[in-house]
Structures are given as C-alpha cells and as structure tokens.
C-alpha cells in the first residue's frame, strides 16, 4: 500500500514551453502533497505544500506564477512549470501523506521523480 | 533556519565491510527519517526515529538518535552491493507542519 506514481518519469521540452507533471496517489487518499526538487548531487529542496481544494503555499524563493500547483482531487496534484528555461531542468519529486487509520502523522510517501530537462 | 548536515558526503566500502553515516542538526530534532534513493529515482523510507536514544534496526541496517537529539547515525553491517545509493536523513520541520527538510546525501558505493 501508499504507492505515489509519478507522470512522465522523464521529459524533454523546447524553452519557452510548459510542462505539467502529475503526481498520484494510487491507493491511499492524500490531503497534502509536497514538490521537491533536486539538482545533481544536492539534497531535495521543498518547492511548495499542496493541500486538496485549497491554494499551494510556496516556499521562499521559488515563484508561484512559475510553478504552477493544482490539487483537484484527494488523489492528484500537478506540476506546471510554465515557460521552461533550461535552469528550470532538474529533478522534480512529489510525496503525499495520507489521512486516516493507519498513517503516522508526517509519513510522507515519495514518488519516484520526474527527470526534466529543457533544451 | 533548520540545517541538516550529513557526514561524509561519499563514502566508498569494500563489500563485507561495516560503515556509518552521519546525520547531525542544528537544532532539536522531533521526527528524523533516514531514506534511500539510487540515482534518478524515489525515495525510499528505511526508518523514523522520535525518542532520544531511540535506536531501530532493518535487516543489517540500523539507526539511532542521541539523547539530546541533535545528531543521528546510520550504520550497515557486512555491507553488500545491494545498499549502494545514496542516504538521505530527513527531519520535520519545526513549526512546518508536516514540511521536511533534508540532509545533502551520502553516495554510498560498494566495491566488489
């Protein structure tokens, strides 16, 4: 159980492009999603919380009209970083915490990344 | 701001050897989470750890957290070319509700 897919596992796009990755919780339902991403050899950083039905708060320094989060549904959020440049390449990996019996408080479930790279 | 340093930040074993990872924070730690993840994919959680002097082991691998909570370390014994990738300690951020922040990673690389 607690499976997070992730969709496309890799993308290259032109600049100036959007592109949307969706993250999914297969068989658990998830208020809150997170958005990391991770450069080579660094750690994740966190871009932004998703909770459903609400607005993704953001982290310091990364913008909200860039990237942009939608949380529809207890059971997917989505990516959109609009007009892509190529710093914007990077891994990008979302997790979700589930609610109800038989989940910890902060036990965050990971997906297994999106490779994004932007020509 | 809430800093996670892990030590070192490679490590390369002969296969069969034990080794140890560390994780030390700058301020008390109330939730520390060690993961795994090889290059270019998810993470996968290996444990949580909460009480000072808490210690937990899977398999060959085993975590503990210090009494004052400020530092953890990972250690695996006999290790075998199945545990390369890279080790990353998480903690909960404080006043983040629910929010983590990471450590940089060990790469971990396994020598036949």
């Known amino acids: 159980g607690a499976v997070v897919s992730q969709h496309p596992s890799r993308v290259i796009c032109k600049s100036g492009t959007s592109v949307k990755i969706e993250c999914r919780s297969l068989d658990f339902q998830a208020t809150t999603m997170f958005w990391y991403r991770q450069f080579p050899k660094q750690s994740l950083m966190l871009m932004a919380t998703?909770?459903?039905?609400?607005?993704?708060?953001?982290e310091q320094g990364v913008e909200k009209d860039k990237f942009l989060i939608n949380h529809a549904s207890l059971t997917l959020s989505t990516l959109t970083v609009t007009s892509a440049h190529p710093e914007d390449s990077s891994f990008y990996i979302c997790?979700?915490?589930?609610?109800?019996?038989?989940?910890?408080?902060?036990?965050?479930?990971f997906g297994p990344g999106t490779r994004l790279t932007v020509l | 701001s809430q800093e996670l340093e892990q030590s070192p930040q490679s490590l390369i074993v002969q296969e069969g050897k034990n080794l140890t990872i560390n994780c030390t924070s700058s301020?008390?730690?109330?939730?520390l989470y060690w993961y795994k993840q090889k290059y270019g994919e998810g993470l996968i959680f290996l444990m949580m750890l909460q009480k000072g002097g808490e210690e937990k082991s899977h398999e060959k691998i085993t975590a503990k957290l210090d009494e004052k909570k400020q530092q953890s370390s990972l250690h695996i014994t006999a290790s075998q070319p199945s545990h390369a990738g890279i080790y990353l300690c998480g903690a909960d951020k404080i006043g983040g509700a629910q929010k983590l922040v990471f450590g940089q990673g060990t790469r971990l690389t396994i020598n036949p």
């Open positions: 997790s979700a915490t589930g609610t109800g019996g038989g989940f910890s408080y902060n036990e965050q479930f």
């Open positions: 301020k008390t730690l109330y939730g």
């Open positions: 998703s909770n459903e039905g609400s607005k993704a708060t953001y």
